[in-house]
């Protein structure tokens, strides 16, 4: 069972838009996910485009890759060097905790990470 930051069970994070490295709604990560998409975040427009202006834009639909496009308020797996990048630049999206996989705190401070917390 994977574990979240919080040390509990890993809980969803995004069936619309369905999210995830292996696209099944959860942050889980394993093999093969060198970017370490842990963190469930809600993103916001700053966040987007702050990602865009870093070379991943999310906002634009990829049909061929099963990507509809991220707006405002999508719930989707982030991974954590971008957040973590984010917070540094002051453009971090708030985090769903207790969706977010706990190898996020391999690049991420749970303080921070709490401060940015959305209330569940």
């Known amino acids: 069972m994977a574990k ?9 994070c995004s069936d619309q838009p369905l ?3 292996f696209r099944d709604g959860n942050c ?4 093969g996910d060198t ?10 427009e ?7 202006a870093r070379g991943n834009d999310l906002s634009t639909p990829h049909p061929e890759w099963h990507f509809p496009g991220l707006k405002p308020g999508d719930r989707w ?3 954590a060097p971008r957040w973590q990048e984010a917070f540094q630049a002051g453009m971090a999206p708030a985090v769903v905790l207790s969706a977010t996989h706990m190898l996020a ?6 303080e921070d990470l709490r401060a940015h917390a959305v209330k569940e």
């Open 105 to 110: 705190l391999e690049f991420c401070n749970l």
């Open 77 to 79: 797996c982030l991974c």
């Open 4 to 12: 979240n930051v919080l040390g509990t069970e890993l809980t969803g």
């Open 46 to 52: 700053e966040f987007l485009t702050f990602s865009a």
């Open 19 to 21: 999210t995830g490295y």
């Open 28 to 31: 889980s990560t394993g093999e």
């Open 35 to 44: 970017g370490v998409h842990a963190v469930c975040a809600e993103v916001t």
